[in-house]
Structures are given as C-alpha cells and as structure tokens.
Nanobody
Framework: QVHVVESGGGLVQAGGSLRLSCTLSARPFSITIMGWYRQAPGKERELVATMGGGGDLRRRVVDSVNGRFTISSDNAKNTVYLQMNSLKPEDTAVYYC?????????WGQGTQVTVSS
C-alpha cells in the first residue's frame, strides 16, 4: 500500500521562509506529475506548483507565488519539496502534496502553514 507523508509546516513571520517535504512510500508505477496544493479557511483547494516526474523536470507555479516559491524533487527518494520564501499572511493555508501515478492520485495528509503579520 502506498503512503504519503508530509512535513515542514509551521508558524512563521511575514517575510520568512519554510520548506515543505513530501515522500511517497513506494512507487508501483512511474510518477507522472508531482504537485502542491493549498486550502485556506473558507476557500477551495487551489493549485500552487507542479512538476513532471520520471526525468521530466518541467515546473509550473501559479502567479501568486511566482518568484517566491520553488518546487523541486529528489526522485531517488520519491520526495517532492516546496521551498517558500518571502511568505505573506495570505499564504496561510493547509498545504497538500499530490503524486499522480498513472490513473492514481495520492495525497498527503496536509500540513498547516501560518504566516503572521
């Protein structure tokens, strides 16, 4: 059975940085896409950043975090990272990682990121 474990959230002041990590326990198929999403209170879950797996390193981040957040991966460890710099209070949310393997989606349990002003 495949498990996904996230870590790295916390409380930080505006302008600070955090690094989120997300590890897939097994890889029965090739990873198609890895990504990070977030959900703020009272809002729908939204995409933050994605990148291709299996050697395809195309990266995409949404406009609201462009230039501040970076997605990267260590394929040997089945791990995806989200480096978040220059954090703003509006970045406060629960952050979820996602792995797409073929037709299967695997989600992390979510990690809280709180940015104080």
């Amino acid at each position: 059975q495949v498990h996904v474990v996230e870590s790295g959230g916390g409380l930080v002041q505006a302008g600070g940085s955090l690094r989120l990590s997300c590890t897939l326990s097994a890889r029965p198929f090739s990873i198609t896409i890895m990504g990070w999403y977030r959900q703020a209170p009272g809002k729908e879950r939204e995409l933050v950043a994605t990148m291709g797996g299996g050697g395809d390193l195309r990266r995409r981040v949404v406009d609201s975090v462009n230039g501040r957040f970076t997605i990267s991966s260590d394929n040997a460890k089945n791990t995806v990272y989200l480096q978040m710099n220059s954090l703003k209070p509006e970045d406060t949310a629960v952050y979820y990682c996602n792995f797409k393997l073929g037709n299967n989606n695997y989600w992390g349990q979510g990690t809280q990121v709180t940015v104080s002003s």
